[in-house]
């Protein structure tokens, strides 16, 4: 059995992997390097509860130092990593020592995406140290504008507006969410915030952003301009990949692994947002960078690093959370797909399926999560049908699973 698996990463992927491992008989010794200063804790929780200031530190971690102890894991934070032997199988940490592995899993997460050129005043939300200061400014200044639509942009906004702030969003998709959700979607939470307050202006292109007299301004390349006291850049994120590129590690889009979360060096796998999977389907490697994919990747690395059988992969999916509205998404939507939704009898309530040749292949949910999770199923079983048994709200979606599995229609 290996003596010492070393962890670098204490996101939800890494969190997880070293849970799993003990879950799993593993008896060795497990190390789990967090470069952060606090334990593992729910992220998701960064734009919403922390942001707002009603996170409770119980709720915010995902275990107690008691339990990481009883778990027997060696929790080192504030700790990173500047290189790895691959040929020793030993990495060098910030502070100089050296520490030897029998296996390494990379789950660095991604940082921030930053807009190119200088920028004045702009902050980013990617952890729990990002959060004071821009909470500061937005409950100081009474205004924030957010550059971006996706998911932490659209969070933070619905935040801000709960602390009183007058909010922009501008963005350069057609409608926000565009990543996750399809359009029809997009226009729901576009609609959401309008009527909370909130100004969302689409395919705006930035040119840059200045500084001065305590207000921000961004201006678009085609000349229109907004101000206010602070500007959140939410752009996505980028895998943290340069410990593994340095180590010659093959890299991507993300540190590149095989199935088995397997790098291309020995004894070394990665997980979480830094990893770019590969899919047998698409001869593609893919990142995922959910909250629940990190965790599914953490419990599949920790059997794969022990050698054993792996889960069937799951269906990515996540969900976010504005003005007290749940919308979750499953798989992974298209531009070209053709979209259908089905609405319910709840006012506001809807799915809408991307479908590709009749198949399903994402979803996206305004509530109903028990359709979300019919529709996951759905895409993992591959289920097809003509756009018009899709079309039928007569059908429940749970019909269409049964009609598929007495069928054998995939």
Known sequence: MTARIVIVGAGIAGATAARTLR????????????????????????????????????????????????????????????????????????????????????????????LPGPESGAYTLRTAADVDALRAAVVNGGSLLVVGGGLVGCEAAATARGLGAAVTIVHAADAPLERVAPQVVGEHCRNLHADNGVDIHDAVVLDRIDGGDGDVTATAVDGRRWTAAAVLVAIGAEPETEVARQAGLAVGDGILVDESYTTSAPNIFAAGDAAAVYDPEFGVHRRAEQWNSAQSHGVAVAKAVLGQSL?????????????????????????????????????????????????????AAVGGPADLRTARSLIADRTTHALETWSDTTIPLLELATATELSGHH
């Open 23 to 114: 879950t799993e008989g593993f008896t060795g010794e497990i190390v789990l390097l967090g470069a952060e200063d606090r334990l593992p804790y729910r992220r998701p929780m960064v734009s919403k509860e922390l942001l707002a200031g009603t996170a409770n530190e119980r709720r915010l971690l995902l275990e107690s130092a008691q339990s990481w102890r009883e778990l027997e894991v060696e929790v080192r934070l504030g700790t990173t990593v500047d290189g790895i032997d691959v040929d020793r199988d030993r990495i060098r940490l910030g502070t100089g020592e050296t520490l030897g592995y029998d296996a390494l899993l990379l789950a660095t997460g991604a940082r921030a995406r930053e």
């Open 311 to 363: 889960p069937a992969e799951e269906v990515t999916w996540g969900w976010t959370t504005q003005y007290g509205v749940t919308i979750q998404f499953a798989g992974r939507p298209h531009a070209e797909d053709e979209v259908v939704v089905r609405t319910t009898d709840t006012p506001g309530q809807f799915i809408a399926l991307s479908l590709r040749a009749g198949r399903l292949v994402a979803a």
